[in-house]
T-cell receptor
Framework: DAEITQSPRHKITETGRQVTLACHQT?????MFWYRQDLGHGLRLIHY???????NKGEVSDGYSVSRSNTEDLPLTLESAASSQTSVYFC???????????FGEGSRLTVL | RKEVEQDPGPFNVPEGATVAFNCTYS??????FFWYRQDCRKEPKLLMS???SGNEDGRFTAQLNRASQYISLLIRDSKLSDSATYLC??????????FGTGTSLTVIP
């Protein structure tokens, strides 16, 4: 069965360290997204991609970067982790831009 | 003003009850509308899309009122397994999906 996986599922890091969260999907979807979820906020878009070598900033992109070198993967990098980036991160993919989003299981990141 | 607003609840209802959630969106250019379900500490999953004419899926009924810019979800004959957080999601062309903060539902035996 096609799926979308994230790793690591849990990560504790220190302020200032670089962190990369991996996202891999086997749906062959062109559209991939990274969201963060915090109490009191809905899921907020960090970055998204509509295809290989395409990346775009979302609502809360400061301090994050992504790259899309193939269809399957969209890694999210925190260049210098900050405590404000402690959150649950969800990767998602979709076949159509306005269609159903398929989410990974989430990565819980704690920045100390 | 938030793009999507929902009553966070919590809604605590007995089994068999009918419960309704509402959601409002701020931008009239919004095109597509959805309800997602999120179980505790899990990923969101699509419950149903919401169409202009209203649509039903078993015990679940979704309605869209474009004039008033609100979306509703009605759950009939609530089951214990319906306990979750329900997210209202709106898509605006040229932009992205906007998520409400979610409405928490607990169905009590």
């Amino acid at each position: 069965d096609a799926e979308i996986t994230q790793s690591p599922r849990h990560k504790i890091t220190e302020t200032g360290r670089q962190v990369t969260l991996a996202c891999h999907q086997t749906w062959n979807h062109n559209n991939m997204f990274w969201y963060r979820q915090d109490l009191g906020h809905g899921l907020r878009l960090i970055h998204y991609s509509y295809g290989v070598h395409d990346t775009n900033k979302g609502e809360v992109s400061d301090g994050y970067s992504v790259s899309r070198s193939n269809t399957e993967d969209l890694p999210l990098t925190l260049e210098s982790a900050a405590s404000s980036q402690t959150s649950v991160y969800f990767c998602a993919s979709s076949r159509d831009r306005s269609g159903e989003l398929f989410f990974g299981e989430g990565s819980r990141l704690t920045v100390l | 003003r938030k793009e999507v607003e929902q009553d966070p609840g919590p809604f605590n209802v007995p089994e068999g009850a009918t419960v309704a959630f509402n959601c409002t969106y701020s931008n009239s250019a919004s095109q597509s509308f959805f309800w997602y379900r999120q179980d505790c500490r899990k990923e969101p999953k699509l419950l149903m899309s919401v169409y202009s004419s209203g649509n039903e899926d078993g015990r679940f009924t979704a309605q869209l009122n474009r004039a008033s810019q609100y979306i509703s979800l009605l759950i009939r004959d609530s089951k214990l397994s319906d306990s979750a957080t329900y997210l209202c999601v709106v898509y605006r062309p040229g932009n992205q999906f906007y998520f409400g903060t979610g409405t928490s539902l607990t169905v009590i035996p």
